[in-house]
C-alpha cells in the first residue's frame, strides 16, 4: 500500500525558513514524479514544486527563488526547503505522486495521487 507521509511544519516567522519532509513507504520516490502543493483556507490546491523521476524540478511561479525541492533516495524521502517565508505562504502542504511523464506545468491536483494528510505551516509574526 503507498503512503506519503509528510512532516517538518511549524510557526515561523516572516523571513524565516522551514523544511518540509514527504517520507514514502509502498513505492520509490525516484520512480515517480514527486509534487508539493498547498491549499489556505478558502483557496484551492495549488501546485507548489515537484521534482520529476529524472531529478529534475519544477517551481511555480510564487515559490521560485525561495523554495528548493531535492530527494534523498536511501531515505525514500523528499524534502521541500522553504526559506524567506511569507504570510502568504501559510497553507497545509501536502505530496503526492504522479507517473513520469504525466502531467505538464502547471501542477494540477488531479493529476497525483497517493495524497499525505498533510502539514500545516504558518508564517506570522
Known amino acids: 500500500q503507498v503512503q506519503l507521509v509528510e512532516s517538518g511544519g511549524g510557526l515561523v516567522q516572516p523571513g524565516g525558513s522551514l523544511r518540509l519532509s514527504c517520507a514514502a513507504s509502498?513505492?520509490?520516490?525516484?520512480?515517480?514524479?514527486i509534487g508539493w502543493f498547498r491549499q489556505a483556507p478558502g483557496k484551492e490546491r495549488e501546485g507548489v514544486s515537484c521534482i520529476r523521476s529524472d531529478g529534475s524540478t519544477y517551481y511555480a511561479d510564487s515559490v521560485k527563488g525561495r523554495f528548493t525541492i531535492s530527494r534523498d533516495n536511501a531515505k525514500n524521502t523528499v524534502y521541500l526547503q522553504m526559506d524567506s517565508l511569507k504570510a502568504e505562504d501559510t497553507a497545509v502542504y501536502h505530496c503526492a505522486e504522479a507517473p513520469p511523464g504525466s502531467w505538464s506545468p502547471p501542477m494540477l491536483p488531479w493529476d497525483f495521487g497517493a495524497w499525505g494528510q498533510g502539514t500545516q505551516v504558518t508564517v506570522s509574526s
Open positions: 509502498g513505492l520509490s520516490l525516484d520512480a515517480y514524479d
